[in-house]
């Protein structure tokens, strides 16, 4: 089977999809003035944009990794995750703490997902 990648870098693709199954690089916010809310949000937009470019959208979620600059912004992120995740479509999820690449980050989400038939 072949791999599509979208959106290739030097580094990094942001998705890699090989045989139905979708996988998003780690998610982080551009606009990193915001508290652990805004930068939430603007992560899982990411994640809806991505999902969509790959055929697949948020209930066919298979796994979700969030890592948190400081788990003191566990609720923030979590009221803005009960938010979006659909009911009924929870994934697989594990959150952690973690120091981040870029200090100004508070939040990176890495998803995996089913492409849809």
Known sequence: MDIERLHVGKRLSEAAIHNGTVYLA?????????????QTREVLGHVDRLLEQANTDKTRLLSVQIFLSDLANFDG?????????????????????????????????????????
């Not at 009960?82 to 990176?108: H, I, K, Q, S």
């Open 77 to 117: 992120m979590n009221a803005v995750w009960d938010e979006w995740v659909p009911e009924g479509n929870t994934p697989p999820r594990a959150t952690v703490e973690a120091r981040l690449a870029n200090p100004a980050c508070l939040v990176e989400i890495v998803v995996v997902a089913a492409q849809r038939d």
């Open 26 to 38: 780690g998610q982080i916010a551009e606009e990193t003035g915001g508290d652990i809310v805004a």
